[in-house]
Nanobody, 121 residues
Framework: QVQLVESGGGLVQAGGSLRLSCRAS????????MAWYRQAPGKQRERVAF???????NVADSVKGRFTISRDSSKNTVYLQMGSLKPEDTAVYYC???????????????WGQGTQVTVSS
């Protein structure tokens, strides 16, 4: 059974930093795209950043210059380094990954359970 487990969320003051981690575990043959999404109360879930298996990254305009996504493929882990945090960054942050858990090349999409990030003003 594949699981994505996030960690690193919490309460931080505006201007502060946090680092989120997400590790994929279980019977995994290959991890392709990994991404971070967030969902604030009353809002739709939005993609914050993604990173391909080759290391190409993309971050949303709303966090560009403040957030950085990276991954350690040897550990099936993706990170989100968040800096200069603002109250509007408050949300539940979710890890997402496309991975092959059958060994036949087909990718399936998985979500983590989410981790709360709260930025106080």
């Amino acid at each position: 059974q594949v699981q994505l487990v996030e960690s690193g969320g919490g309460l931080v003051q505006a201007g502060g930093s946090l680092r989120l981690s997400c590790r994929a575990s279980g019977r995994i043959f290959r991890v392709d795209l990994m991404a971070w999404y967030r969902q604030a109360p009353g809002k739709q879930r939005e993609r914050v950043a993604f990173i391909t298996s080759g290391g190409t990254t993309n971050v949303a305009d709303s966090v560009k210059g403040r957030f950085t996504i990276s991954r350690d493929s040897s550990k099936n882990t993706v990170y989100l380094q968040m800096g200069s945090l603002k109250p509007e960054d408050t949300a539940v942050y979710y890890c997402n990954a496309d991975l092959d858990d059958y060994g036949v090349g087909n990718l399936r999409n998985y979500w983590g359970q989410g981790t709360q990030v709260t930025v106080s003003s």
